[in-house]
């Protein structure tokens, strides 16, 4: 039996019913001010008394009255019998209307004698300066930051009533572990409500995970019913597609209502808008990145219309690297790694598969490509959201080319330093491709001519006449990776897996396999393409290829035999005039750093000798 | 007595002795990951296992031997023999290469008829698409986002090793009353290790607050001999200076070394960084916005140094509303408004006393002027670093002009649609200049011409011609606020307090005054000017004045007796070409909403016929 989706919504239409269904408002919660940091008011705060309540010394010295110290001047000195000492911080009594400094002052027995009239109020810090008693100090839905904090406390408040929304969150799924235990093949460690409770609490709602259940609709009304009892809004994690296996329509639909079941939006398509005793309950996707989708375009966005107001988001607009072709009828939205480069933004759209969650994690901002267009042109001008501060997506260092596992370690480095490394995997093609229309400012590769000269070959062909800096990461061991010593030569006898047409790895295979005289077409898998070492190690580990090329670090790292082929030098190609850039410069530093070397030593099958070693073009 | 500083040094220096004079380095503390958000990594996060450990239906539907479905069409359909079912998130079992959706497929018993040939790894997710055994998730020092928090959670991540530093506060002086109680005149709610722990605490630092201790110097001893024991830096709050009553330099000396005692940094001058056991000790003065400006620049750049990394800030440029003059040796920190108007931003300073919190709270920006300059001419582009995020900065609505405690209710109706309200109180005539100079987004006003006309006779003659919008916040009554219903004529009987020359209720003041036939030089404390009606009736609550004029509310919201003098026009002044402006459009909602005009009848003394109303010029 297929079931189908009863009528797919568009996200606008969708979010209105939601908005405009439920009669959801946040709640007030009183929490005490030390830990109010991140919290939104849900009224106003009044001083409850001024500050300060009595006219203070502002200095160290004497209060007197202004009055009498009239006249007085170097040449005639007054003598003040009415003056009383003071410090910072005591009261002015009140009968005097000044202060005068303790340095600029003859103490003379109980007498003062001073060499300059004052005005009134002089160093006096009057009542109420800072705030009278009754005067609003913050608003309602305000956001509480760490420097409201002294002055709330000096104010007299300690506890403040903030917003909050109850959500239930209720994972669902036969093949779930809970967080914490190791998945066995085909199970899936039970992390969407994990992320929600993560980033709905940050907001201010209430979150509570109910214990995980399985694919039965019994169980699910059951944990749906006591949900909806115990909170305002209600979030079913999974089983909210249409197939044989998904319940959670079907459950809503028996406790109350399903309004929709299907909405027009990339990834997050199988969501489910419900209503049970007049509560919203959501049917959130089981895939992270729809998850992530539906929390942040359905249901953060109904958190602010209930009153529980989000924080304002950043968008820039920037240089899409890569054409992003789609349907039209479905609003999608890609994350992306965004970057400045020069005085522009780039905008590099990262993997769409809804399982990726490293998207999420390697992103900066989100990319809407709306329902009514295929998709945007490689070069065109495009607005994204940002997930992070302005200053952190202006911090991004963009690399774009060959892949190697060390990337990662240079990454390590270069967060110590603030600086986030973004990088893609296009293979060296495609990072020269990338420097020449200046949409990243490094590119890894690793190309051999055939002179046997690595890489400036391909530069000036590809770049004439550019300005380009190469930087030596390493010369590296390439080789053959099998679970039982494959050699080149026998290529032919296994199931192979490969790396995508461009890449560095895969023209040395050509190359080799040309030397050896074997024809490419005579080994099975050789369209089989992925795009990194640690890919092509994998597959060989799970039995899905019986060979591949690959550095020897992924092999090692996966504890597999590595029989090497060949050794090449593997550098990271820079526009001269993005050399002063301090990003950049903080990569050439990295790679020259010996903790770098070290880390190369560590991981095997590098040779440092070159590191940090650069060339110039032309 | 008279002690002084050993030698005042540069921030710059300080921060040098600070930076290189100590061994400090963030340690390591493990966390649960569900608690982690906000933490920074101390050391890469590597996944644990591959996700997907092997590979997966990405559908529901069969899973097939691609080469099998091999020429299939709609006219030659395939019967597949070796095809099993499966659904989405399922082990492909290892024989098969690919998935056929089940929409696709007539299941004929045991049989599947197919109309389509399929490439090889169609439909299915590789082992390791979303991240590889041993593969970096996240490196080091990254502060995690709640986001990240779904991925770690699936890569098998329970704990993370975040970084902290332990830091230790000591509340010093005797006039302090813990917070929560509340203080008589003359004592001090200790509010400043409350602000530390909340702004130190955000970054990851593990804050211990130590038990208030009087200005003693054995007791004061005695509790940084235990705190440097147990912390990695010590911050004593007060008693940094160098009067009678300061005693941390004192024990410092004793117990180690002073490095620094007098840094050129205002406010936060009388700060001391000393050595104790090899361990820094900071002395932070007690001034709430000094004490701010030391934690800000003092001990977070060395946190950043000990290697906890500091969230970046953004910059903006933008224009200075007033000149700002300061002495030349010191750099000057100066907490700001910035808002943008039009296409550039606007930089309003706030209140530079070092008591005044509300300065925290209303800023949004820290202006830094330079050691070496007197300042900046007003009108002269600034770069300021905002403490919010730059959306946030934009979403500001700045206004400038004269005060009514009814502007905070405004604030208060706007914070709910994420605008934020901020107020300069410069009087009526200080808002005519801002809108001149294009400075504020409105301009609150209420000056009565001798034609008996409110505001436009004003506006004609100093912003001729130019295109007005004058929105009416409200019919106000004006009056005498005393102990004793003092009433306009007898004012010369009794002690004054006078709002600031340029104000609208000066103004007033001066033509009723004229009315009646009294010479103001007859009153006593016609000078002594405050700059809100909550002020003026606060002088008169504490004993400062017996009389003074403001708004009904501020009388009512003290308690006081209220004589009425006048009623008056108080609105607010638009510029034509700012009407588009969301914010602007929100604040003549939020002037004409019921929820307004509620707020102005409970505060009593406005009258709201005419609320709302517009009228334009010229």
Redesign the interface.
């Known amino acids: 039996m297929?079931r189908r989706y009863l009528e797919v919504r568009s996200l606008q239409e969708s979010l209105k019913i939601l908005t405009t269904g439920f009669v959801c408002s946040a709640s007030k919660v009183q929490v005490p001010?030390?830990s109010s940091?991140g919290r939104v008011t849900a009224e106003?705060i009044f001083a409850?008394?001024?500050?300060?309540?009595?006219?203070?010394a502002?200095m160290?010295g004497i209060a007197v009255v202004s009055a009498e110290t009239e006249g007085a001047s170097e040449q005639r000195p007054v003598m003040l019998e009415h003056a009383v000492r003071v410090?910072?911080?005591?009261?002015v009594p009140?009968e005097y209307d000044a202060v005068i400094m303790?340095?600029d002052v003859n103490v003379e027995g109980d007498q003062f004698r001073i060499r300059r009239a004052v005005p009134?109020?002089q160093h006096i810090?009057?009542?109420?300066?800072?705030?009278?008693?009754?005067?609003?100090?913050?608003?309602?839905?305000?956001r509480i930051?760490?420097?409201?904090?002294?002055?709330?406390?000096?104010y007299?408040i300690?506890h403040v009533n903030v917003l909050t929304v109850k959500i239930g969150l209720i994972p669902t799924g036969s093949?779930l572990v809970p967080?914490?235990t190791?998945?066995a093949?085909?199970q899936?460690?039970?992390?969407?409500t994990?992320?929600a409770?993560?980033?709905l609490?940050?907001l201010g709602a209430s979150c509570t995970r109910y214990p995980m259940v399985r694919d039965d609709p019994e169980t699910i009304k059951k944990a749906v019913r006591e949900a909806v009892e115990e909170n305002d809004l209600v979030i079913v994690s999974a089983g909210s597609?249409a197939?044989?296996?998904d319940f959670t329509a079907e459950v809503i639909r028996e406790l109350g209502e399903v309004l929709v079941h299907g909405i027009a939006i990339k990834p997050g398509k199988p969501a489910i808008i419900g209503r049970v005793d007049g509560k919203p309950v959501i049917g959130m996707p089981?895939y992270?990145l729809s998850?992530?989708t539906i929390l942040r375009e359905i249901v953060i966005p109904f958190l602010d219309t209930c009153?529980l107001?989000v924080?304002?988001?950043?968008?820039v607009d920037g240089c899409l690297t890569v054409p992003v072709a789609k349907e039209v009828g479905t609003d999608e939205f890609i994350l992306c790694a965004v970057g400045r480069i020069g005085d522009r933004f780039v905008v590099s759209p990262l993997s769409r598969?809804a399982?990726?969650?490293?998207s999420?994690?390697r992103s900066n901002a989100v990319l809407m490509v709306p329902s009514v267009t295929e998709g945007f042109e490689a070069g065109q001008e495009v607005r994204v959201t940002l997930?992070?501060?302005?200053?952190?997506a202006e911090?991004s260092l963009l690399i774009t080319g060959s892949h190697d596992?060390v990337l990662?370690?240079l990454?390590?480095i270069?967060?110590?330093q603030?600086i986030r490394?973004h990088s893609t995997h296009v293979g060296s093609m495609g990072g020269i491709l990338a420097i020449r229309k200046n949409e990243c400012h490094a590119a890894p590769m690793h190309l051999l001519a055939k002179d046997g000269q690595y890489n400036i070959p391909f530069l000036k062909k590809y770049l004439p006449g550019e300005e380009i800096i190469l930087v030596c990461v390493a010369e590296r061991e390439q080789g053959i990776v099998s679970r039982e010593e494959i050699h080149l030569n026998d290529l032919p006898r296994y199931r192979f897996v490969n790396r995508q047409k461009g890449s560095g790895t895969r023209m040395l295979l050509d190359y080799e396999l040309k030397r050896a005289g074997i024809d490419p077409a005579d080994i099975r898998g050789y369209n089989?393409e992925?795009t990194?070492h640690?890919?092509v190690?994998?597959?060989v580990?799970?039995?899905?290829a019986e060979a591949g090329m690959c550095v020897y670090s992924a092999a090692r790292?996966?504890g597999l035999p590595f029989v090497p082929v060949g050794t090449e030098r593997y550098e990271i190609a820079i526009r001269r005039e993005h050399l002063d850039d301090p990003r950049v410069r903080a990569l050439i530093r990295a790679i020259s750093s010996p903790e770098f070397k070290a880390d190369l030593i560590r991981l095997g099958g590098y040779y440092t000798k070159e590191t940090g070693v650069q060339r110039r073009l032309p």
Chains 1, 2 share one sequence.
């Open positions: 297929v001010l030390i940091v106003p409850r008394y001024s500050v300060p309540e009595v006219h203070l502002a160290d410090n910072t911080g005591n009261i009140p303790i340095e009134p109020w810090r009057p009542a109420g300066e800072d705030i009278g008693e009754t005067e609003m100090a913050i608003p309602s839905y305000h930051r760490p420097g409201d904090l002294g002055a709330l406390a000096a007299g300690t093949e967080h914490g190791a998945p093949p085909g899936v460690v039970e992390s969407n994990v992320m409770e993560a980033m609490g940050t597609s197939g044989t296996r089981g992270p998850a992530l009153g107001p924080p304002l988001t950043g968008v598969g399982g990726v969650q490293m999420a994690v997930s992070v501060s302005r200053a952190e911090s596992p990662d370690h990454a390590d270069l967060s110590r603030g490394l089989r992925v990194t640690l890919a190690a994998l597959a580990k799970t039995g899905e790292a996966l």
